[in-house]
């Protein structure tokens, strides 16, 4: 059976090194830290090395492994990117959004209406649309 990388592999290798740690990894890729273990677990399976070393009370710190592989792992992450925008115009764009709970029902509703009424004015352009919420309406 042939061991493959996979992309998923490469963003959690790129996850933990850039965060530090599995916890924070987890967090910021909205994984749970198990999923980031096993993800790392398989990924040394496939190359049959560490990848990452984990450090008691200290986070984790890449093997001399993990750091060839670091690189290569951003540009698989940025070809697949590539290769998926180039057949879905719209992905990679990233809308994020808080806001407290006392504004969500109202403020957050008429951001939304325009940020809504602003995407379909602007699919031809590209880069993603800034919508300033707190504007003049």
Same mark, same amino acid.
Not at 12 to 23: F, P, R, S, T, W
């Given at each position: ?19 530090? *740690?599995? #916890?924070? +990894? =987890? @967090? /910021? ?10 993800? !790392?677990?398989?990924? %040394? ?32 992450? *940025?070809? #697949?990117? +590539? =290769? @998926? /925008? ?10 994020? !959004?808080?806001?407290? %709970? ?32 707190? *504007?003049?309406?």
């Amino acid at each position: 059976m042939t061991k493959e990388i996979e992309v998923r592999h490469c963003r959690v290798l790129v996850a933990v090194a850039e965060e530090g *740690g599995v #916890a924070a +990894a =987890a @967090r /910021a890729l909205g994984l749970s830290q198990s999923t980031i273990s096993e993800t !790392i677990a398989s990924l %040394e399976r496939a190359l049959d090395t560490r990848v990452i070393v984990r450090r008691s009370g200290v986070g984790v710190r890449l093997t001399a492994s993990g750091e060839a592989l670091l690189p290569h792992a951003r540009a698989m992450i *940025g070809t #697949a990117e +590539a =290769a @998926r /925008a180039s057949v879905s115009p719209r992905f990679g764009q990233t809308l994020r !959004i808080g806001t407290t %709970e006392s504004l969500s029902s109202y403020v957050f509703l008429l951001c939304w209406r325009n940020f809504a009424a602003h995407r379909q004015t602007s699919r031809s352009r590209s880069r993603p649309a800034t919508v300033r919420c707190f *504007g003049r309406w």
